[in-house]
């Protein structure tokens, strides 16, 4: 395959990645967007194995295997409403595979076409430099993500005094690094930047995933409960709605238990008028 058309084809292929992305964000198009994701992977890995430059198609088809199992696997046995730490998990593996990624180029720069005379090239390690530093920050941040949200961690946010002025001093340093390493390409630069990047990723992230809460509705028009107080909807309906949320918890409660119309039981008025 020639380079113009293996660049065509991977053109197409990011074409179709991103309006996958639009159409996942509707549960109206997300059946499409599936579509296109699918495609455009298909036609990536395509490109990529019938480059000239391919190695062992033994290992890709190893991967292809072990990966696909346990895809397949996971898929079959996760529950729905774990889909939050199943994503974390994997956008773990995700930022571990950058970072996987960014050192064979490192140790083996001819293999990936980067390397020079005098080294290796600049702006590859400038590339290597950043994808490394985000991807060991995702990889620490989702494994956090994933235990609070598999309720393996505590729901409450890290923080402590000094927290801020450390993660700037941090970020600092990073900065730093990521410019000596692009600089000299120095193996001292490169794992401190693996370090400091993993350090980053517990201190930045985990105080943004809250660790998910039922909503019970029997309590849903509590003044006291932070759910009405965080939502004007919920404030709204607590006011002056109650009938119409009384009607549905009628059919079907909020936590997935049958409704008092599906027990055929009477109404309580538990809620009130």
């Not at 179709?16 to 699918?38: D, H, T, V």
């Not at 298909?42 to 072990?66: E, F, H, Q, R």
């Not at 930022?95 to 050192?103: I, M, R, S, T």
């Not at 235990?147 to 600092?172: R, W």
């Amino acid at each position: 395959m020639s380079g113009n058309l293996a660049a065509i084809l991977y053109l197409v292929a990011s074409v179709c990645f991103i309006l996958a992305l639009r159409g996942l964000a509707s549960p109206e198009s997300a059946r499409m967007g599936n579509i296109l994701g699918i495609a455009g992977m298909v036609i990536a890995v395509a490109t990529t194995l019938a480059s000239p430059g391919v190695v062992s198609y033994g290992l890709i088809i190893a991967g292809i295997v072990i990966g696909g199992a346990a895809g397949t696997v996971i898929a079959l046995r996760i529950q729905m409403t774990a889909l939050p730490q199943l994503v974390a998990a994997f956008h773990s593996l995700v930022g571990l595979a950058a970072v996987c990624v960014a050192a064979a180029a490192f140790y083996h720069p001819a293999a990936y076409g980067i390397a020079t005379a005098e080294g290796i090239k600049l702006s590859s390690l400038i590339e290597m430099s950043l994808g490394t530093a985000i991807g060991a920050i995702t990889f620490t941040g989702s494994v956090i993500a994933f235990g609070k949200l598999q309720a393996l961690l505590s729901g409450k946010p890290l923080v402590f005094p000094g927290q801020h002025p450390l993660n700037a001093a941090l970020g600092i340093a990073l900065v730093v690094l990521i410019v000596w390493f692009a600089s000299s390409g120095a193996t001292a630069a490169f794992w401190l930047i693996v370090a400091l990047s993993l350090a980053l990723g517990l201190l930045l992230l985990p105080a943004g995933v809250p660790r998910p809460q039922l909503i019970d509705p029997d309590r849903l028009y509590d003044a006291e409960h932070p759910t009405v107080e965080a939502s004007p909807l919920l404030k709204l309906m607590r006011a002056g709605k109650r009938p119409l949320a009384r009607r549905l918890d009628e059919v079907v409660r909020f936590d997935g238990r049958p409704g008092q119309a599906a027990r055929k039981t009477p109404h309580t008025g538990k809620h009130g008028d």
